[in-house]
Every structure is written in C-alpha cells, then in structure tokens.
C-alpha cells in the first residue's frame, strides 16, 4: 500500500512538473555581437547592438532592435578612412508560445538605416539616412528561468525614391545586407 502510494505521488508530481507553464506577458533585453555579410559589404564586417522585444501572452510581440557596424565600407582601398552603418528598426513579431525553452520567431519591420563614411584626409564626407526594412528569425534558448542565448539573422534593405519630384514611389533596388548576430537574452 505504502508503495502504490508513493507511486502515485511520484506520478502527481512529475505530470505537475511536465505540464507547460501558463502563457504570460515578457519581455526580452538582449545586448548581442553579430557579423554583417553580404549584399553591398565589402568584408564581413563585426556589429553590435540591442534588442528589446515584448511578447503579449500569445505569439504575438513587438521589438525595438538598435545595431551599429563599424568599419562597414571598409575595403582593400586606401579611399574609405572611416565608416559605418546604423540601424533603428521597430518590429513586429511571431514567436513560438513560451510554454517551450527553445523558442522559435520571425520578425519583420521598418525604420532608418544610417551609413556614414569619410575618405582618408577628410576628401569628401558621405552620410545618408534612408528608409529601411528588415525581416529574419531566430531562436531563442533559455538555460535558466530568465537567461539564454538568442541567435538571429536578418535581412536589411534601404528603400529609395525611384522617381524624385513630387511623387514619392519606393524602389526596392536600394542599398542591402544581411546581419547575422548571437547574445544573450533576459526575460523579464
């Protein structure tokens, strides 16, 4: 008798423990280091930045990303002296619920995509910011009840005016690269 019982409470316990946890509202603080590869950079280049995402107690979130890539048009010529490229970028996002610890998402916007670069001797200095989208995923793995490690690669565009003058028509043949970063994550 002594032993079924204690099965049973062994049983009890362990479904309790393997149950997913309730769906609630968090949100997501990520500092990250990444690479930025293709498209129009030269050399994969080092970026880092910072995300900040809140997931409603659904799939559904919101995600403030800020990254910066110095030494972006960086090259084998001696004309570049000094670049970058910044990006602002608010997002919408689907994630996987969080009843998970490994927790798949996409994640798509827009925002400004700044470059900036000057020649050796301050020849000419060059900045724009422009209209930008962006659209990639990533998973996100916890480790502990409120850090892990969050791996993401995206896709960035700058949009243009295709034709100037008083008609605004947005041309996808903008400037582009991808970003590919990992950090770590922590939910609150």
């Known amino acids: 008798m002594f032993m079924r019982t ?10 309790v423990g393997a149950t997913p946890r309730a769906a609630h509202a968090e949100w997501w603080l990520t500092p990250y280091l990444g690479v930025t590869f293709g498209g129009d950079t030269p050399n994969e280049q080092v970026n880092f930045g910072l995300s900040a995402a809140f997931l409603g107690s659904g799939i559904f979130g919101f995600e403030v990303d800020a990254a910066v890539t110095p030494n ?5 010529s001696d004309l570049v002296g000094d670049s970058n490229v910044s990006t602002l970028m608010a997002n919408l996002m689907v994630a996987a619920p969080s009843a ?3 927790r798949p ?4 916007g827009a925002g400004v995509i700044r470059s900036r670069a000057t020649s050796v001797g301050n ?3 060059l900045e ?17 009840s409120r850090v892990g490690i969050r791996g993401d690669v995206r896709y960035f565009r700058a949009l243009q005016d295709s034709e100037g ?3 605004f028509d ?3 043949s903008g400037f582009n690269f991808w970003r590919g970063t990992l950090g770590v994550t922590f939910t609150f």
């Open 123 to 125: 020849f000419f200095d």
């Open 100 to 102: 998970s610890p490994v």
């Open 72 to 76: 972006f048009f960086e090259s084998d």
């Open 170 to 172: 947005l041309d996808l």
């Open 6 to 15: 204690l099965a049973a409470a062994a049983l009890a316990v362990a479904l």
């Open 105 to 108: 998402y996409v994640s798509g």
């Open 128 to 144: 724009d910011n422009s209209f930008g989208v962006n659209l990639g995923g990533g998973v996100l793995a916890q480790f502990a």
């Open 165 to 167: 003058g008083d008609d």
